[in-house]
């Protein structure tokens, strides 16, 4: 039993190690992988034929745009955007703007949903399609960007460890909110 008990306070440890180094360095590595991501597949739409997605992001760019860019003209935009939000994040420069751009982005690269719903459930049992599954991840990219969003006013993420063993018992971590607002004054 004490061999047991040593091997759990040895992961104890280790992962309360693991904890302080998640709590350091995770929105900075959370903002890197979506520059990444933002980068790559704005990049692989200046290259017609290469995005899964052209199509569709050419037809709702068109709508949205109510018809002022269509064709390779509304791929280019959506390339050039998701370039620009992906330099953002990699940088950390300009990332409130990013974050805007992104936001903007996010409702043209959903709204497929509402506008070709469709073409995206197959029925009878309106299963999503592969585009639908493509568009439904964007949730994920929205509430990272929500995260990195966070940090614009000095939010960050505050290691408290606890043993493993008292964290199993909680449904959630706790959330620490300012007793007092900050105003540009106090600030």
Known sequence: MKTL????????????????WLVAHSIALLRIGMGIVFLGFGVLKFFPGISPIEDLATRTTHVLTLGVLSGHDAMD???????I?????LTGRFLRVGVWLMAAQMIGAMS???????????K???APTLAAQYIIKDIILVAA?????????????VAEPESFRVSLRKRIAKVHRSVQPQTPATA
């Open 145 to 157: 960007g929500m995260v990195i969003a966070s940090t614009w006013t000095g939010a960050r993420i």
């Open 85 to 89: 939000i992906g330099i953002c994040f």
């Open 124 to 126: 009878p049992y309106f």
């Open 77 to 83: 935009f959506v390339a050039g955007l998701e370039c």
């Open 112 to 122: 497929p949903l509402l506008i070709y719903p469709g073409e995206l459930f197959i």
């Open 5 to 20: 008990t040593t091997l759990f306070d040895r992961f104890d440890h280790l992962d309360t190690s693991m904890n302080r």
